[in-house]
């Protein structure tokens, strides 16, 4: 997520160039055409959302291969289905979970983060209602944890009797969404528009510290945590008149199972979360070499969906630049009018409708483009070492928008604490404080630690890092070793408190 608390500080306007890049859309793209004038497009039976970019059959190259000899062979397998044909607000969903551990365990856990307490305040609900274990059924015993006015944060699946490493467990579920009118945040809907994103049961792994524990707190921005996934398949059911933008390679759309319903499906190789955007919907897809980019909002918004493609495209060419390769062959990008600022998930991104001369629309997209590297692709706990993926991200927008952190004066207790966890900035005299120790100082510590490294040598070094923690859950001891090579880089970090 931007932090709009440390948006605010921007400094510097917006280009306002409308901008022209690599493209095969197109302004001749009708679905283009339809998002730049008045007249809506609304989505038919047999129409592809893709606006007809897509290829549907062929082989699969595989969406996320950069690195791929980083992957988890014996990742989970998960396929998805959410049902958004009933009520509007309402979502109910199963999940089939296949998991083999890389260690002992005696119990499988999963996380409800929709459950998190801004979310709940504003409406929105996730309750497991069904769950088997290797086909039997079972009852999980739930937990709070930082949640008590819902099923609670955490479920736990007690297991018949313990596995070992590379054994294997099978979990099915069953829930429901409640969604909130008009959320500011990862979930929600309004009028013929749905988006949901990290909201079903996530499997609470992390390879070597084992099941994620940290609590849901009182805090704008993201706590999760995930190992990626083979995304075996992602079904969401609609009325036929909603389009769907997904996660990963879209497979296709068929009638759905009850009349004036149709149903699409999505599979991704690797990915670590799931984001969903439904509704009566314009759609624009453009393409940067290897990449599709698809952009997708409701009628009437305040920049073109083509706009908007060009611009996630100039910011990945500019960060491939700095950053190396983008993580996914699809990024899908819903442009959501209640959405505040941005929020990003592994080849999906949610946008505020904002104009391209809004002083932070450079920086958000940069920065929420850049989260495809610092979270997608390297993961990390958000609730725990939330600077792993917000300082970095926002060091990479500064550096594409050749522009710097702007003077730390919202610092206090949080002076020299980039490290803390957002529990910690949680707390009644550090929460204020969270935008600008960990993304404003965070960005300061990475530029600082640039320059007592050298440009060159420290670029090489976030490269290295990238490289060496592709796929997986990072910590601060990745970093440290990462950047073992220039020891005035780590002095800095050290000094600003990355390391507790
Ligand atoms: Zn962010």
């Not at 119990?107 to 039997?136: H, M």
């Not at 479920?155 to 409640?178: E, H, I, M, N, Y």
Request: hydrophobic share 35%.
């Amino acid at each position: 997520m931007t932090a709009a608390a440390a948006l605010v500080l921007v400094l510097g306007a917006c280009s306002g160039e409308s901008g022209a890049f690599d493209e095969s859309g197109g302004s001749g793209d009708p679905a283009d055409e339809a998002a730049a004038g008045d007249r809506e497009r609304p989505a038919r039976p047999d129409d592809d959302p893709t606006g007809g970019a897509q290829p549907r059959a062929g082989p699969d190259p595989g969406p996320s291969t950069v690195f791929a000899n980083r992957l988890w062979t014996e990742r989970p397998v998960v396929d998805l289905t959410f049902d958004l044909s009933g009520d509007p607000g309402t979502v109910t969903g199963s999940e089939t979970v296949v998991f083999r551990p890389d260690r002992r365990i005696c119990e499988v856990v999963f996380r409800q983060w929709t459950n998190k307490p801004e979310t709940v305040r504003l409406g929105n609900e996730s309750t497991i209602t069904g769950a088997r274990v290797d086909g039997r059924r079972v009852d999980p015993e739930f937990e709070a944890l930082g949640s008590p006015a819902t099923q609670g944060s955490l479920a736990r699946f007690p297991l018949p009797s313990c596995l070992g490493q590379g054994d294997r467990v099978t979990v099915d579920l069953r829930f429901k969404l409640t969604l909130g009118r008009s959320t500011p945040e990862r979930v929600g809907y309004s009028k013929d528009l749905v988006w949901l994103a990290t909201a079903f049961p996530l499997l609470a792994w992390e390879r070597g510290p084992g099941w994620a524990e940290n609590p849901v707190v009182d805090q704008i921005g993201e706590m999760t945590t995930s190992e990626e996934f083979r995304l075996d398949s992602l079904r969401v059911v609609v009325p036929r008149k909603y389009a769907v933008l997904g996660t990963g390679r879209h497979r296709g759309r068929e009638a759905g199972p009850t009349q004036g319903t149709a149903v699409e499906t999505f599979t991704a190789e690797s990915v670590r979360d799931v984001a969903v955007t439904a509704g009566v919907l314009n759609t624009v897809t453009r393409r940067l070499d290897g990449v599709r980019v698809h952009v997708g909002g409701p009628r009437g918004l305040k920049t073109r969906l083509g706009v908007w493609a060009d611009r996630n495209i100039r910011a990945i060419k500019r960060l491939q630049a700095l950053l190396g390769p983008f993580p996914y062959r699809d990024l899908w990008v819903s442009v959501l009018p209640d959405c505040p600022t941005g929020i990003e998930f592994p080849g999906a991104i949610q946008y505020g409708d904002f104009t391209t001369n809004h002083r932070i629309y450079d920086k958000l997209v940069a920065h929420e483009v850049a989260h495809m590297w610092f979270y997608g692709l390297v993961g990390n706990n958000q609730g725990v070492n939330p600077w792993l993926d917000e300082s970095f991200t926002s060091w990479a927008d500064y550096t594409v928008n050749e522009t710097r952190p702007p003077p730390l004066a919202g610092l206090d207790a949080a002076e020299d604490e980039v490290g803390r966890s957002l529990q910690w900035y949680a707390q009644p005299d550090t929460r204020d404080e969270y935008a600008w120790g960990v993304y404003e100082q965070g960005a300061a510590m990475l530029f600082q630690a640039r320059r007592a490294a050298g440009p060159g040598v420290f670029n090489r070094l976030i490269r290295r890092y990238i490289r060496r923690n592709a796929h997986s859950v990072a910590t601060p001891a990745d970093v440290r070793r990462a950047f073992s090579g220039s020891p005035q880089a780590i002095r800095v970090l050290r000094e600003y408190g990355a390391f507790r």
